[in-house]
């Protein structure tokens, strides 16, 4: 058994009671466990600061100079033990409320000590309490390098296992490990990353020798927590790929050729014709595709999709889309009708409302390939819809999606159909490449002639005359607005008051204009009224929670005003802002909010005023958040926690690491030079066969 397998409750200064508060509290069983537990920050010790410097800006302190007197004050237990220190520019009070016979007689006045602890003020003047203290009788006492700062909890520090303890407990392990310790990679990758041995690398992550010891230590150990995700992705994307079970369409046939020559409503942008090409590859290439689409909003997504499902039909398949909301389903399944009107196939929609008897005339349809496109929503992943031969399969703004729900679509043949991904939401590279590791990528970064792009305004809530003013102006002219509130779950009932309220107030504000009210709790026959009613223009003001967020598609809406603007995420915005500026006319997206903002808001509404680029939005929003906050990152499987590497920060390290795998792979796809069985060994420790992403969408 290797050392690192020791349970540590064998290591000098641990004994099982202190182990069994580190399982608990930190999760950290074996020497390897405790090995990782990295330092969170790093203290230099051979800075000295003065006693006059000191201000509450430092964390930590270290101080040169003598205790000039001893004092204590109060009784019993509330008795505590004062040494007057200073080291000629200044005194401080080093302070303890334990120990404190053992710390008088340790002690001597008049003697040169090194003090380290962190600085607080108490009565308007500096103190430590407990500090660390050396003596310092010559240059040889100065302490050197860096010292590691571990993360303990309150329960551990109650059992005295502060950092300082955690450092020696893992000096202590250190000293159990009589060899190198085993590497845990192989020799191409090191030699070809340039990075430091395994055994050095934690050797030096909690005992740095130097800074750049410590900055290569870090390298590597980055460097390997990154690459062996990467290098589960791509073994699996390579496997995937290297199997030819996808269904092959070889031609484009009537159904493309017809939709082109009579339904096709306007010319294709150049991205939509490059996109379409790309697919077009994929489907005719006998694997299966696996295809993420990112284009921004209103960049025209539904009309790549609807002529990739026309190729799938023209070679005998038969195609679907499933999209998040009810809404959004009926608005999809109207484009659909309206689109191929007159080409002799037939569309349907199934969604959670559609009607038992609908349904299982639909299942017969489906079954016996009557039915060439299914639009719906999750109701189209249940059991019981089984298709004839489905071969597309589209999900539409699939950040909604969880992965599991991929995963059953496209079980739905024992060969899998090809997948379209559309997302509306960009996928920062650096989370394509984990989240979504082994998908084909294809942007479309091109909007339809003659969009201006929307502008966006930030207004504060109390000054409301001048923007009800500017709304009376926009809906005089023909337009129609959304006003936003937040729905956020865990107080509902009160945003659904906000939401009355609001409903009250506009319709009060403006007399004159006719306003309607939607909200997630509404039936979904409800909200299809009132979406018609202002799809139609018989409504000029929509007031709704977010239910309109993603996809709903009313040209004629020029402003967008959301309120609380400060409860809402960036990328939320930027859909939401996404609702208008679908027409030819100039919009509006105004973003209100209290005085009041703290910076994150700030910069999140800076982002918003500043840029129309969903790229840029989502890049700033997962600065912002951090990759595991992100809609979609927690199902993905993809453990974000990681130990030391940060997905955002360390972007570089993870594209080398990408590189590095995607090279390794395609000369050892299955891993199986001798070389290489360390990377397998380690893939499997790191539970890597749990998450087979690529088989998901
Ligand atoms: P999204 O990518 O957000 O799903 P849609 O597919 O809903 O965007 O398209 C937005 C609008 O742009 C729709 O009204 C659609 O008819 C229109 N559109 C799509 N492609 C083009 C094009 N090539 N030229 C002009 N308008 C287009
Ligand atoms: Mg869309």
Not at 232 to 244: C, E
Not at 596 to 621: C, P, Q, W, Y
Request: net charge neutral; charged share 25%; aromatic share 10%.
């Amino acid at each position: 058994m290797s050392i690192l397998q020791t349970e540590i409750q064998f290591i000098p200064g641990v004994g099982p009671k202190r182990a069994a508060l580190l399982n608990k509290e930190i999760d950290v069983f074996t020497v390897g466990d405790l090995l990782r537990w990295y330092p969170y920050r790093y203290i230099d010790r051979t800075r000295f600061y003065y006693i006059h410097e000191i201000d509450n800006t430092l964390a930590y302190i270290q101080i040169k100079g003598k205790i000039t007197a001893f004092e204590t004050f109060g009784e019993g237990r509330k008795r505590r033990l004062v040494a007057h220190f200073t080291d000629g520019t200044g005194f401080i009070d080093l302070v303890w409320f334990q120990g404190i016979r053992f710390i008088e007689g340790k002690y001597k006045l008049n003697q040169e000590y090194i003090v380290f602890g962190k600085p607080n003020l108490f009565n308007g003047k500096w103190n430590i309490a407990h500090p660390e203290i050396d003596p310092f009788l010559n240059e040889s006492d100065l302490p050197q390098g860096l010292m590691a700062m571990y993360n303990t909890t309150e329960k551990m520090k109650n059992h005295y296992l502060n950092s300082k303890a955690m450092q020696k407990i893992i000096e202590n392990a250190f000293s159990l490990i009589k060899d190198r310790l085993p590497e845990s990679l192989s020799s191409d990758v090191i030699t070809d990353a340039k990075l430091i041995s395994f055994h050095d690398a934690v050797e030096n992550i909690h005992f740095p020798k130097s800074p750049a010891n410590l900055k290569d230590a870090q390298y590597r150990l980055k460097f390997e927590e990154l690459f062996y995700i990467q290098l589960n992705i791509v073994r699996y994307a390579s496997d995937r790929k290297g199997k030819l079970n996808g269904f092959v369409f070889h031609k484009v046939g009537e159904y493309l050729n017809n939709f082109y020559k009579n339904n096709l409503p306007f010319p294709l942008t150049g991205a939509q014709k490059r996109v379409i090409k790309e697919i077009r590859k994929d489907t005719a290439s006998g694997k299966q595709m696996n295809r993420l689409l990112q284009g921004d909003v209103g960049s025209g997504k539904t009309l790549v999709a609807i002529m990739c499902m026309l190729i799938a039909l023209d070679n005998g398949f038969q195609a679907c889309l499933m999209a998040p909301t009810e809404i959004l389903a009926s608005q999809h399944y109207e484009t659909f009708t309206k689109m191929l009107s007159g080409m002799n196939l037939r569309v349907e929609l199934l969604t959670g409302s559609t009607k038992k008897k609908d349904r299982e005339e639909l299942h017969a349809g489906l079954q016996s390939g009557e039915i060439n496109i299914l639009i719906g929503t999750h109701a189209l992943i249940e059991d019981v819809v089984q298709f004839k031969n489905l071969g597309f399969v589209v999900i539409d703004e699939q950040h909604r999606f969880g992965v599991a729900q991929r995963a059953k679509l496209w079980s739905k043949n024992n060969r899998p159909p090809h997948i379209l991904v559309m997302t509306a939401t960009p996928i920062p590279r650096t989370l394509a490449m984990t989240v979504y590791g082994d998908l084909d990528v294809s942007v479309i970064d091109e909007l339809p002639p003659g969009r201006k792009p929307v502008q966006t305004l930030h207004r504060f809530d109390k000054k409301r005359g001048e923007l009800y003013n500017f709304i009376r102006k926009e809906i005089n002219s023909g337009r129609q607005v959304y006003i936003v509130y937040p729905l956020i779950e865990e107080s509902e009932t009160l945003d659904l008051k906000n939401l009355e309220e609001g409903y009250e107030h506009i319709k009060e504000a403006f007399p004159e204009f006719s306003v309607c009210k939607m909200h997630g709790r509404m039936k979904p026959a409800e909200k299809d009224e009132v979406m018609q009613k202002f799809v139609s223009g018989k409504a000029d003001i929509m007031v709704s929670t977010t239910v309109i967020e993603v996809g709903v598609n009313v040209p004629n809406a020029s402003v967008m005003v959301i309120e609380s603007a400060q409860r809402f995420g960036l990328s939320q915005l930027h859909q939401l802002r996404g609702r208008v500026g679908r027409g030819a006319d100039q919009s509006y997206c105004i973003l209100i909010t209290p005085y009041e903002l703290s910076s994150d808001t700030r910069k999140r509404i800076e982002i918003m005023t500043e840029s129309n680029d969903g790229f840029v939005i989502a890049e700033a929003d997962l600065k912002l958040r951090g990759p595991g906050d992100l809609e979609g990152t927690q199902q993905s499987g993809i453990p974000f926690d990681l130990k030391i590497a940060d997905i955002v920060k360390d972007n570089d390290i993870l594209f080398r690491a990408r590189e590095i795998a995607e090279k390794l792979i395609d000369n050892d796809p299955s891993l199986e030079l001798p070389e290489h069985e360390v990377l397998k060994h380690q893939l499997k420790l790191l539970g890597g066969n749990r998450y087979d992403w690529s088989r998901i969408s």
